[in-house]
């Protein structure tokens, strides 16, 4: 589950680096925009759950 969490660290933090670039937002049509921050979402909400998981299996230990 930590690969996981590292796959989706990076994943997030590609995503938000698109979005946070001006040029990028201002340049790209409004569709590709909405899928990044779509996947940003996803992205997002999978290592939320993710890290839940891991934290639920280290409390058991």
């Known amino acids: 589950l930590s690969g996981e969490v590292k ?3 990076g994943e997030v ?3 938000s ?6 040029k990028f ?12 921050k779509q996947k ?3 992205w997002q909400e ?9 934290a ?3 409390a058991v230990q």
């Open 17 to 22: 680096g698109k979005l946070n670039n001006e």
């Open 40 to 42: 940003l979402a996803d």
């Open 25 to 36: 937002v201002n340049s790209a049509p409004e569709a590709v925009v909405t899928a990044e």
């Open 56 to 58: 639920a299996l280290e």
């Open 46 to 54: 999978k290592l939320r759950a993710t890290q839940e998981r891991l």
């Open 7 to 9: 796959k989706f660290t």
């Open 13 to 15: 933090k590609r995503a």
